[in-house]
């Protein structure tokens, strides 16, 4: 696959993704979503690389889903088939990504928030910049955080899930990392470094044990988390299709506040 939305390299251990969307915030679109899953089975290829470390172009980490896409996807006659497509494209992306065998490493370098939030979460290792911002406002568009939801709640626990989940606050770095969202922070400058040298001690353990110790985590301890993906991910293309969607995605291109019926 020819990239367009993102920029790979390879330093020592570590390969580094790096969505490249910056005009967009780094918006999640469809070909965004398709290229990180091909780029993260490259990485799977590529035997010397040990860990891989994800991060945002720009000001941003990640804004979430494309809404100008899903804006017009709304206008389109099979709206609901494609809004299911979508839904699933990123539950496969999150589950490859707590499936992958090599450690993922998040440098989260601005804002990450709605599905980009869902992209930190699905990361065994984050550390962010003090410009680095977490929330879940799909709630102000009409939407549901579906697949989001149950790594939170594996990540954080239920009962600061449901305050950002419901709030649709988005805390700024000091408080993602005083609630374990965020494991270190790191200035600006440094983030990028440090996420390599976090993949350098990931790669001193022995590429077996590591996916071992993966496997344990993500299917044992998280064993029902394949199945709450599953739901959320119908629970989400299901919400896309309600009158408080569609008033929250046009009140997001009039650049108002929404009146929900």
Request: contains cysteine; neutral net charge; charged residues 20%.
């Amino acid at each position: 696959m020819s990239f367009t939305q993102l920029r790979l390299h390879v330093h020592e251990a570590a390969g580094t993704v790096i969505l490249n969307r910056p005009e967009k915030r780094n918006a999640l679109s469809r070909q965004l979503l398709r290229e990180l899953r091909q780029a993260l089975e490259d990485f799977h290829l590529q035997r010397s690389v040990r860990a891989v470390v994800l991060t945002g172009a720009g000001s941003a980490f990640c804004a979430g889903m494309d809404l100008t896409e899903m804006l017009e996807t709304a206008e389109q006659d099979d709206a609901q088939r494609l809004w299911h497509q979508d839904a699933e494209l990123y539950r496969e992306l999150l589950e490859q990504m707590l499936l992958f065998p090599k450690p993922i490493i998040a440098a989260v370098n601005g804002p990450a928030v709605a599905g980009g939030a869902g992209l930190v979460l699905a990361c065994d290792v984050v550390v962010a910049a003090p410009e680095a911002r977490f929330g879940l406002p799909e709630p102000l568009r009409g939407l549901v955080a579906g697949m989001v939801t149950p790594l939170l709640a594996f990540r954080i626990g239920g009962g600061q899930a449901g305050r950002l989940l419901l709030t649709s606050e988005i805390i700024p770095a000091e408080e993602a990392h005083r609630i374990g969202v965020f494991h270190e922070l790191v200035a600006s400058d440094r983030l990028w470094a440090r996420a390599v040298e976090l993949a350098a001690k990931c790669a001193r353990g022995a590429p077996e044990a590591l996916q071992l110790t993966k496997r344990m985590l993500n299917e044992t301890v998280g064993a029902s988390l394949s199945t709450l993906l599953a739901t959320g991910a119908a629970i989400s293309a299901t919400a896309r299709t309600t009158e408080a969607a569609r008033e929250g995605l046009q009140a997001f291109k009039e650049k108002r506040e929404p009146n929900w019926p």
